[in-house]
């Protein structure tokens, strides 16, 4: 049996009302890889950053050798022995690995009274950066079996270097229990293999790992353990090697929940948005879509599944004129005509000039799809502030339609003149979406557009997608509750690390199957019309 | 166990605020300036005649003692408030134009060359047409220059724009000495193509442009489709793609605009004011501008009030100076204070300060975390 | 030996230029882009000269002072009088979190106005007795021919301005407190993740920057001018910018920079130029500055850029 590294007991983490963590209990072991498993919002990063400093729990306690421990900062976890590897990195770019890795670093004190005057000067050389600084920093490396140039600059490198430096950082300030969240989500499949080598060295040399995923493959190549959790609880903990993919996935997504969304029969259904064999090729040269076709049908919706950040964003993004296509084609066909127009290589403005009514909800609410300082007239007017040919804005039709939205969508505002960064979250989303319905769209794209709304938000939301698709509007909805999925989409198209692994009938879909599917555990083809 | 987390937590927490009632920021920053004019009093009871009173006397006297005043008052706003309208729609932008001291006097030298080489050779109007033409065009080009690196290499705008300032500093001067022989470096009144002085009034002709000024880039900010893509461009670059908005076009149009606004003040100094062109004749005002524009949060209604508290101090305080036999420099000392805390008070309008007490120490942990 | 009395004068020249852009590289490092240097220099040779002035009032024979009291009083008048202005202006940007371009052209107008309205009350009498011991430091400097005067002709700060810019880049380079320092110029949440206080950095870095710079204004009075006094220092404050950007933020280059500048600002009193043609010979330095600027922006290489959080202030809760 491997010693305990920490015990949690009864851990609990509310965001205001939300419940991030309910009453966990769980032991990490040394000489042992833990596997946390769930699906996006299940609350395991939350979990971790409690453990690396991030956070501080509500309720609950930890304890190490026996004794209670309290963390409150990084600092406490580092002195604790408790690193981190966020997803996040936290590196200047300008400086190499090693100027990265001792960035902070603690540096030994000399006191006058024990060494007398010499103490300044040891003060002195301690001070300085040793030449041979990379030498112990090697000696971890090459410990653990990382290859790495430590004189590299952060900007040269690629992202699992990177990755690399924040991991050999928390080794070097001497944690013996390490946290990774989502840690191959940006590697490639060697350098993930190379990854759990390092990774193994380290259970070898007797260390606790924790890795936060959600790849189920993963989680049984590299784990001894797998802690799943579920809307915050834990559900349990098992051995690796007594489980298999299908029941982890059984506890991960839980019994089918019913909403009671109404879902209409599609009437009318045709051909509006052909997507062929698009790639995008992101700044860091990483392929975030890799071949993806589909089909979007007037008077349907099609649900978007997948683990954030398997290439929902660039797809979207790449219809609506907004990422260069690496290759493939997207066309639109229009409603009256059938006419097909191509829509690659057109901007947003060109778009909107050959007469297509595209729609976006984009994920980055306040960021991207609205000025946060501006006031909610200004915000509608957004799209529509170019129309006619006078140099000065009307501001009459957007103070019209924001009254309109304010009115029908039950938007809680003191009046239409308030910056929307002053508004909740549900009604800054309803003045989005709002927006981009007014414009009578033909296609209408929404990512992710209930997270972080309430109950009665989520179902304004809900309604208006299923009112756009009665009135023949092609609908594409990017979720990640798959119960909202499920119920409210038609057709469920799965993509896994910028692949799409398979469309499945809303109606009669399976989650686990769709779970399988978003871990690109199996790719199914399920071609319906 | 959570309790003695809760001791190394600071004492003093400062968050940032959602937004302000104006009444609150009216108070603040009354606050601010009156404080501010206290202490100068102070300072002046010391190094002047007049005392602690006598520094409000003379600073209203100063600025309303002789009609002559309020004209070189209302003179100096119009200067002052030209050049802040000219660089704020640049700010509003987000981009940092400190380049206004160059692109004005870039744009008078221009206005002095027409009317030193054209004068006389046509009929006036045509002469004062073609030197504001001239002016405008030199503005635009000094502005243009470091936006189209900005667009396209993203070169730092703030450096460019301050190095502009001194090679058109420099050009003045060689142009300067170039046109006038003798060395004495003096220009003199150049006698054509002087601006008409209004019902006798000099000045007027250059009040009335920029109260027109003003009207239009209130305008051109609030109610023209230019005006709402550069500040959607500065609210967030990300929407600006998002919508559409081809953000290299928008910087170089607007800094075109500010190039043009400071060429028609530069034009306004040199036909409507001053006859004659040195590298002093804006005098700073391109640096004290970006003040008055900050300061009135961009908004040309409230820069006609910073930019006439900024006049006021510097005559009111060239007043006391005069009258008490001090260096001039006084004024900058006066506008340099009350400025110190007009910049300082904006940091309690935007963020709160929370002393902990026992008390709210645990509420505003809660805080916190919720926030994290 | 008119190009060693040129190269000399440059190099004597050079020094304000120096002071100026090593303290305000040692700024810009943190991430403070203090616009504030052109008044913080004219407010270091104010109190350089007050120190001076009150050391010289206190002395029994102001005709002939002790040689190191001369120069060091006013040197810690003039750091002391540059870095309190500094402090202040860490306070506004740093605490206060106020815009930096704004609150740093207020300090060049305040420190101006406070330099220009204080140096006429400050009595100068024998201040060319007290320039002497600026300017001379090797008496045997004339008896070694060219040699001696291109190597040790030169006041003491001529020398202390290369030694600091030396140091500078040593400790910006070298030690454990510059790669901090460095740290919070990039990222200043990278660095308070690390554990280091983003606040205390960028204090200490302005302070000092401001105390460095405002020797320059110093050496410009005590030694360029002899003593005499002159308002146009905060020319010379825009140059030092200009150079911290020509020198891609680095003091050592820096220094081979400033004697360019001296260079370009000396020739024209050594060339058989008219008044005009002087005028754009003093305009190259800042040519070459956007020049400079434009080439590293295009070229794009990091280390030239300048900090990454130059300009920003830092809200540890807008993370």
Known sequence: MNTVAIELKKISKYFGKVIANKDIDLTIYNNEILSVLGENGCGKTTLMNMLSGIYYPDAGQMFMNGQEVVIRSPRDAYSLGIGMVHQHF??????????????GEDVQRFSIKEHGIKALWKNFKAGLLDKNRHKKIQEIADKYGFSIDLNKKVYEMSVSEKQTVEIIKVLYRGANLLILDEPTAVLTPQETEKLFQVLRNMKADGKAIVIITHKLNEVMAISDKVAVLRKGEHIATVETAKTNEKKLTEMMVGKKVSLNIH????????????????????????????????????????????????????????????????????????????????????TPTQIRELGVRLSFVPEDRLGMGLVGNMDIVDNVMLRSYKKGKSVFLDREPPRNLSERIISELEVVTPSTHTPVRRLSGGNVQKILVGREIASAPTVLMAAYPVRGLDINSSYTIYNLLNQQKENGVAVIFVGEDLDVLLELCDRILVVCAGKVTGVVDGRTAQKEQIGLMMTGEIAKEVQNG | MANNAKVREPLIHISKRDTVPLKFSIIVRAIAIVSALLLCALLASFTTKGGFFGFFIELFSGLFGTPRRIWNLLQALAILLGISLAVTPAFKMKFWNIGAEGQTLIAGLACAACMKFLGGTMPEFVLILISLIASVIAGAVWAVIPAIFKAFWNTNETLFTLMMNYVAMNLVRYFVFAWVPNGSAVVGVIPHGH?????????????????????????????????????????????????????????????????????????????????????????????TAILVSWLGKFNPLYMILTALLTVSLQQGANQIATVNRMPGAFADLIVGIVFFFIIACEFFLKYKVKIRTKHAQNDSNVNKEVKA | ?????????????????????????????????????????????????????????????????????????????????????????????????????????????????????????????????????????????????????????????????????????????????????????????????????????????????????????????????????????????????????????????????????????????????????????KMIPFIVTIVVLIFTSIRNKKENQPPQALGVSYFREER
Request: net charge neutral; with cysteine.
């Open chain 3, 1 to 281: 030996m008119g190009i060693i009395n040129f190269l000399t004068a440059s190099i004597r020249f050079s020094t304000v230029f120096l002071f100026g852009s090593t303290g305000e590289s040692l700024t810009e490092k943190s991430g403070n882009l203090n616009l504030g240097i052109p008044g913080t220099m004219c407010v270091g040779a104010v109190f350089g000269i007050l120190g001076e002035s009150l050391y010289l009032s206190a002395c029994a024979d102001p005709t002939n002072p002790n040689p190191f009291l001369a120069v060091f009083i006013p040197l810690i008048f003039s750091f002391c009088g540059a870095g309190l202005l500094g402090l202040f202006n860490s306070f506004l940007t740093t605490t206060l979190r106020c815009n930096q371009n704004v609150t740093g052209l207020t300090i060049t107008t305040f420190g101006v106005g406070l330099t220009n309205f204080l140096g006429n009350y400050i009595d100068r009498s024998n201040f060319n007795y007290a320039s002497k011991c600026f300017t001379t430091v090797f008496p045997f400097a004339s008896d070694l021919g060219w040699f001696g005067q291109l190597f040790f002709s030169y006041g003491i700060l001529v020398y202390l301005a290369i030694v600091i810019a030396i140091l500078v880049s040593w400790f910006l380079n070298k030690t454990r407190a510059g790669l901090h320092l460095r740290a919070v110029g990039e990222n200043p949440a990278t660095a308070d993740a690390a554990g280091l206080s983003v606040t205390k950095y960028r204090y200490l870095a302005t302070s000092i920057g401001s105390g460095i710079a405002g020797l320059g204004g110093l050496f410009y009075i005590m030694d360029y001018l002899t003593g005499a006094w002159e308002y146009s220092i905060d020319a010379m404050g825009w140059l030092a910018v200009a150079l911290v950007i020509f020198s891609v933020w680095r003091p050592n280059v820096g220094i081979l920079g400033s004697i360019l500048f001296g260079a370009l600002y000396m020739a024209p009193y050594f060339l058989n130029v008219n008044f005009a043609q002087q005028e754009l010979v």
């Open chain 1, 263 to 346: 879902r209409g029969t599609p009437k009318n259904v045709k051909d509006r948005l052909v997507v062929n064999n698009v790639s995008v090729v992101n700044e860091e040269g990483k392929k975030v879509l890799d071949d993806v076709s589909f089909t979007a049908k007037a008077g349907e919706i099609l649900g978007i599944a997948g683990i954030a950040g398997s290439g929902q964003r660039e797809l979207l993004e790449a219809v609506a004129g907004l990422q260069n296509l690496d290759k493939g084609e997207i066309a639109y066909f229009e409603p009256e005509t059938n006419n097909e127009i191509d829509l690659q290589k057109l």
């Open chain 1, 90 to 103: 936290k590196l200047v770019n300008v400086f190499s690995a090693v100027d990265n890795i001792i960035l």
């Open chain 2, 195 to 287: 601006l008409p002085a209004l019902f006798g009034q000099q000045y007027l002709i250059n009040i009335i442009s920029v109260a027109f000024l003003t009207a239009f880039v209130y305008v051109y900010l609030k109610e023209s489709k230019h005006g709402y893509e550069l500040t959607v461009v500065g609210e967030s670059e990300n929407t600006a793609r998002y919508i559409g908005i081809n953000v290299k076009k928008v910087v170089i149009r607007t800094m075109i605009l500010s190039g043009i606004l400071c060429g028609v003040v530069g034009f306004l100094l040199v036909a409507g004011t001053a006859f004659t062109i040195n590298d002093a004749i804006v005098g700073g005002r391109g640096f």
